[in-house]
């Protein structure tokens, strides 16, 4: 049998440059409180959240991940048109079809690969991994890795539980070759069986065929998923860590999804990480942005200088699906 022709294959692959998009609005705790019917008090004490930025006209999905993502590939020193691939991580894209990638490449100016991809808020380590493996069996030279969530559109603005957490953003990586290897292996899964904790309350099928049925929004059970987060990611964590060959005293960063403040503090407790390692906390004033929320705070993390340059970082994505995602990654 004839053989296919192997790839060549690249010495590593790494994180090459990071972008961030962040709406204009800001909005402050007494504006989710007047209309959810708790304080603004309550909402910073149960969440950590101080404000979080809501998208307006011309922050759609598409919008927000076409600006991160050129940033990311100037923050990588490289032209847009380079890209291979665009893989758009998003839980709030309200096309059904075509995805959102394609448009976001066509704005870029390339006729690239482009795909959608929605494990909710472990989105970006899913499309992390993929850009990795995609980069090192020469599928792409540069692939742009996009998270970008408009979770306003989605979640009900009355509802206590999750109007309180989430917010818009976007923000971008370039994955492409480097001499040594700056993504470790990632470990992931799902557990379907707890589906309901974060879904969406209808299907588009039930709305459909009854007219009276409001609009479908985004409902989670709180306290259910913040005691799974809180106990199974640690594990996940901790496996990640060591598939990478890293001990936690060699972590520059934590990285967690910015669900909750008092979920990452918890979890960063249970890791028992040393205090030279920086957690990320953009959570309190950047709120949940869903598959955004990693690059948000990798950019914040950078932004702040918290982290230098080749430091070493813990992600670890998790969300409805129930999914989970996490490696370690050498920042640039």
């Not at 969530?149 to 999750?162: G, L, W, Y």
């Not at 990586?173 to 470990?187: K, L, M, S, T």
């Not at 205090?275 to 906390?281: D, K, M, T, Y």
Request: glycine residues 12%; proline residues 5%; contains cysteine.
């Amino acid at each position: 049998m004839r053989a296919l022709t192997q790839r060549t294959a690249v010495n590593g692959v790494g994180i090459l440059g990071i972008g961030a998009y962040r709406p204009h609005r800001v909005v402050g705790n007494e504006e989710v409180a007047a209309r959810t019917g708790r304080t603004a008090e309550w909402i910073e004490r149960r969440t950590g959240i101080v404000e979080r930025r809501y998208a307006g006209a011309g922050e759609s999905v598409t919008d927000m991940a076409v600006e991160a993502a050129r940033k990311a590939a100037a923050d990588a020193g490289i032209a847009p048109g380079k890209l291979g691939a665009v893989i758009l991580a998003s839980m709030s894209y309200l096309r059904q079809s075509p995805g959102g990638a394609g448009e976001i490449a066509d704005r870029l100016g390339i006729r690239a690969a482009a795909f959608d991809l929605n494990a909710a808020c472990a989105g970006f380590c899913y499309a992390l991994a993929l850009a990795a493996a995609m980069v090192r069996d020469g599928s792409a030279q540069y692939v742009a890795v996009i998270g970008s969530d408009r979770m306003t559109d989605i979640v009900a603005p009355e509802d206590p539980s999750a109007a309180i957490l989430f917010a818009d953003g976007a923000g971008a990586v370039v994955v492409g070759p480097q001499d040594d290897e700056g993504i470790g292996p990632v470990v992931w899964g799902s557990d379907g069986s707890r589906a309901g904790l974060i879904a969406h309350d209808a299907t588009w099928d039930e709305f459909r065929g009854d007219p009276e049925k409001p609009w479908p929004v985004m409902r989670m059970a709180g306290p259910e998923v913040f005691r799974w987060a809180i106990e199974e990611m640690p594990p996940v964590a901790r496996a990640a860590l060591e598939a990478a060959g890293v001990t936690p005293g060699e972590l520059d960063a934590f990285v967690p999804h910015q669900a909750n403040l008092r979920m990452i503090e918890t979890i960063t407790q249970r890791l028992d990480l040393p205090g030279s390692v920086a957690v990320a906390r953009d959570v309190a004033h950047s709120g949940n942005t869903s598959a955004a929320s990693i690059p948000l705070a990798l950019a914040r993390l950078k932004e702040l200088g918290s982290v230098g340059s080749g430091g070493l970082a813990l992600l670890l994505g998790f969300g409805a699906g129930l999914t989970w995602g996490a490696q370690v990654v050498r920042l640039p």
